[in-house]
Nanobody, 128 residues
Framework: QEQLVESGGGLVHPGGSLRLSCVAS????????IGWFRQAPGKEREGVSC????????FYRNSVKGRFTISRDIAKNTMYLQMNSLRPEDTAVYYC?????????????????????WGQGTQVTVSS
């Protein structure tokens, strides 16, 4: 059974940093496109950053470019989202997701939520 378990969320002051982790079990990450999505209250879920299954090319939404970094450790079967210079508008529930053979375009698919496997979400709150 494929499962993704996230950790690393919490409360942080503006300008602070967090690193989200997502451990995969029941399958290996090597041939999967990976992604981090977020959903703020009253808003639709949006793709934050995604990485291609084959060439590790990445997508970042404009508002997080230069601040967030997506990565994965195949040996640990874990994916990460390093978030620096956090802003109040980054407050949301963050979800990790994987799609077999997926590209960086996973982040911008209109039906992304219906595809692949998803974690349960972890709350990130940026507030002073």
């Amino acid at each position: 059974q494929e499962q993704l378990v996230e950790s690393g969320g919490g409360l942080v002051h503006p300008g602070g940093s967090l690193r989200l982790s997502c451990v995969a079990s029941g399958f290996g990450l090597k041939y999967y496109g990976i992604g981090w999505f977020r959903q703020a209250p009253g808003k639709e879920r949006e793709g934050v950053s995604c990485m291609d299954a084959n060439d590790d090319s990445t997508f970042y939404r404009n508002s997080v470019k230069g601040r967030f970094t997506i990565s994965r450790d195949i040996a640990k079967n874990t994916m990460y989202l390093q978030m620096n210079s956090l802003r109040p508008e980054d407050t949301a529930v963050y979800y990790c997701a994987v799609l077999f053979g997926g590209s960086q375009g996973f982040c911008t698919l209109p039906n992304a939520q219906a595809l692949g496997s998803w974690g349960q979400g972890t709350q990130v709150t940026v507030s002073s």
